[in-house]
């Protein structure tokens, strides 16, 4: 039986697939299909991993559309998702501190201590889903 992790889609939009960039998550292939552009993978734009490690590889249809080519094992892909997802979680922190000094948002106690999930799962939970 595969993990429900494998369902859910990781981008990272940067150059270099160790440096975390803009950090996307998605319910499935299709909804990061969706959002994709066939031009951003063509060119280099980014990585795409499943949220359970493997590596997607996708392409431009014969209609102009991105679709799946191959997904792949990754030795490397469970801890870049994890620094990918920690990378975005640190940023919504930062701007909930700032929004919380403002009073506009209610920090919670493990926020108030800096604290991040250390799981695919907790960090997923507490980045959200960009679709």
């Given at each position: 039986?595969?993990?429900?992790?494998?369902?859910?889609?990781?981008?990272?939009?940067?150059?270099?697939?160790?440096?975390?960039?803009?950090?996307?998550?998605?319910?499935?292939?299709?909804?990061?299909?969706?959002?994709?552009?066939?031009?951003?993978?063509?060119?280099?734009h980014g990585t795409?991993?499943?949220?359970?490690?493997?590596?997607?590889?996708?392409?431009?249809?014969?209609?102009?559309?991105?679709?799946?080519?191959?997904?792949?094992?990754?030795?490397?892909?469970?801890?870049?998702?994890?620094?990918?997802?920690?990378?975005?979680?640190?940023?919504?922190?930062?701007?909930?501190?700032?929004?919380?000094?403002?009073?506009?948002?209610?920090?919670?106690?493990?926020?108030?201590?800096?604290?991040?999930?250390?799981?695919?799962?907790?960090?997923?939970?507490?980045?959200?889903?960009?679709?």
């Amino acid at each position: 039986m595969t993990s429900w992790l494998a369902d859910i889609v990781v981008v990272n939009e940067s150059s270099e697939e160790q440096t975390p960039g803009d950090v996307s998550v998605f319910r499935s292939i299709g909804g990061a299909m969706q959002w994709l552009e066939p031009w951003w993978f063509a060119e280099g734009h980014g990585t795409i991993l499943t949220a359970s490690g493997e590596r997607l590889s996708m392409r431009e249809s014969p209609r102009g559309y991105v679709e799946l080519d191959r997904c792949e094992p990754d030795a490397e892909g469970e801890r870049l998702v994890r620094e990918w997802l920690h990378h975005k979680a640190k940023a919504i922190l930062q701007v909930r501190r700032e929004r919380a000094v403002k009073g506009r948002a209610i920090l919670a106690s493990h926020e108030k201590s800096g604290l991040l999930p250390s799981t695919v799962e907790g960090l997923i939970a507490y980045v959200g889903f960009d679709d």
